[in-house]
């Protein structure tokens, strides 16, 4: 059950993403801010809740919860911002820090 946690925790880092970064690409969600937080909001915060259940339920750990949480954000973000924002993720610091991530997630995972 840890990869349908990781892959909860990959599905709310996206939509906490988009909740965030619709503004700066859409004319519609400019000014809709608690409109975001209520259609995007919510359904994060539950794919959150029961992500983090089921990778503490496998793992004995929140810490091991946290972490792989913290990676999946920081793995889904620079490719996202790439892709939809046009901002480059190909820079020697983005690149090392989304490879320490990897690394610190495969730890969690099969340490």
Same mark, same amino acid.
């Given at each position: 059950?840890?990869?349908?946690? #990781?892959? !909860?925790?990959? +599905?709310?880092?996206?939509?906490?993403?988009?909740?965030?970064? +619709?503004?700066?690409?859409? =004319?519609?969600?400019?000014?809709k801010a608690l409109l975001s937080a209520v259609v995007m909001g919510v359904p994060t915060s539950v794919m959150f809740w029961y992500?983090?259940?089921?990778?503490?339920?496998?793992?004995?750990?929140?810490?091991?919860?946290?972490? #792989? +949480?913290?990676? +999946?954000?920081?793995?889904?973000?620079?490719?996202? &911002?790439?892709?939809? !924002?046009? =901002? &480059?993720?190909? &820079?020697?610091?983005?690149?090392?820090?989304?490879? !320490?991530?990897?690394?610190?997630? !495969?730890?969690?995972?099969?340490?």
């Amino acid at each position: 059950m840890i990869y349908l946690g #990781i892959l !909860l925790f990959f +599905a709310g880092q996206t939509l906490g993403w988009f909740q965030l970064n +619709a503004q700066s690409f859409s =004319e519609y969600w400019k000014d809709k801010a608690l409109l975001s937080a209520v259609v995007m909001g919510v359904p994060t915060s539950v794919m959150f809740w029961y992500g983090w259940r089921l990778v503490v339920e496998a793992t004995g750990s929140a810490w091991s919860a946290r972490f #792989i +949480a913290s990676c +999946a954000g920081l793995i889904i973000f620079p490719i996202l &911002t790439w892709a939809i !924002l046009g =901002e &480059t993720m190909f &820079t020697t610091k983005t690149m090392i820090c989304l490879g !320490l991530t990897i690394i610190i997630m !495969l730890i969690q995972l099969f340490w």
